[in-house]
């Protein structure tokens, strides 16, 4: 093997271990204190399932360990495969020790949605991204830590989160709810509910949105979201929380009117989410016909995209509809060339990126 394929190899080895290291332990403490630090509502799920989490979680101790090895085999720098089998050896350790005893807190960190997204996700885009490439781009691309810090931000917070979400909704569209209504509302099978949520939530959602553009004090909060200069599926995830947390709020708001039943709003809240990170995926499918109805990859990589042409483009998260309504559609032949805000480039780090907006005077969008 020559030198450079060696060094390559070793580093990245090196850093999935590491990283799934880190996953490993912060899962172990999962099983330590379920309580605090486990998603309340998923704890009857994970404790019917219990051997098949452990065994996931033991495949990638094992897995941490391997490829610290391996990095320290081929690697002259052993620092990286030593931290990566070190981590192992700590979550293996805990193991002996985990509880799963459960009592009576009302909120927790939602650590484990963190841990099970990342590495679902992990292993369902790394290779996609590596297999349909749109762009030639390495996976450990510039600014993927301060997204990393932003995905573990939005999904271990995601129970506070949620309750941040609903309190704009309940507070000021009280007067708007209907009991009766809403009852023949979550009467309706569940697959017409399903579209009826996407159809409302999208169409608020769009409004947002562009006001997030067009509204420079909101801009600079929405800009986070624009800085990365390259997209993958991790990308969607560098957001303000401001933004995040309106955005929510927003598109919560019909929903909470219209009343409708839990089934389809499980429904639509996994379906957004996959959605809003597969969009941003660094994937080449175009999907003929389907382009023109759904927002796919090529429609929000425009919407991403410094080309003069795309600029202020494509605000719908799912229905291209209410672009095509509102005059704000774009969708050539060809792929946009570079993403980014124009003309000026946010701070890299996470903290930055927070204060970002909130140090910024007057700007003009795009400025
Ligand atoms: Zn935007
Ligand atoms: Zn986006």
Excluded at 13 to 27: E, N, W
Excluded at 89 to 95: D, F, G, I, N, P
Excluded at 291 to 309: N, V
Aim: glycine share 6%; aromatic share 14%.
């Amino acid at each position: 093997m020559n030198r450079r394929l060696r060094t390559d190899i070793g580093k990245r080895a090196g850093v999935t271990s590491g990283l799934l290291g880190v996953l490993c332990v912060i899962a172990e403490f999962c099983f330590l204190f379920p309580d605090l630090l486990v998603t309340r509502d998923a704890l009857p799920f994970y404790k019917a399932n219990l051997d098949l989490f452990r065994g996931i979680l033991w495949a990638s101790i094992v897995a941490t360990v391997l490829l610290g090895a391996l990095s320290a085999l081929l690697l002259r720098s052993k620092a990286h495969g030593l931290l990566g089998m070190g981590l192992g050896a700590v979550a293996l350790l805990m193991r002996f020790t985990d509880s799963v005893e459960t009592g009576s807190a009302t909120v927790s960190a939602g650590l484990d949605y963190f841990v099970l997204e990342l590495l679902v996700l992990g292993l369902l885009f790394i290779p996609l991204e590596r297999l349909f490439a749109l762009h030639r781009q390495k996976i450990f691309r510039k600014g993927w830590q301060t997204d990393l810090k932003h995905f573990f931000v939005s999904h271990a917070g995601v129970q506070l989160l949620s309750f941040a979400v609903l309190i704009p909704a309940q507070t000021l569209f009280d007067w708007a709810v209907d009991f009766e209504f809403q009852a023949s509302v979550a009467a309706q099978p569940v697959w017409l509910q399903f579209a009826q949520i996407l159809l409302a939530a999208d169409f608020v959602t769009y409004w947002t949105h562009r006001a997030f553009h067009q509204v420079p004090r909101l801009w600079h909060f929405h800009a986070i979201h624009h800085s990365s200069r390259e997209m993958d599926w991790l990308a969607g995830s560098r957001m303000h929380l401001v933004d995040a947390l309106a955005t929510r709020a927003a598109a919560f708001v019909p929903i909470f009117v219209l009343g409708f039943s839990q089934a389809a709003l499980v429904a639509y809240v996994a379906f957004v989410s996959f959605h809003a990170v597969y969009i941003h995926s660094n994937t080449r499918w175009r999907f003929p016909v389907l382009r023109w109805l759904i927002a796919t990859p090529e429609y929000h990589h425009w919407h991403h995209t410094s080309d003069e042409e795309g600029l202020d483009r494509n605000f719908a998260a799912f229905l291209p509809f209410w672009d095509w309504l509102f005059g704000t559609a774009h969708l050539p032949d060809h792929w946009p060339k570079k993403y980014g805000t124009v003309n000026f480039q946010p701070p890299e780090s996470y903290l930055g990126q927070l204060a970002y907006p909130f140090r910024r005077k007057k700007e003009t969008p795009y400025g």
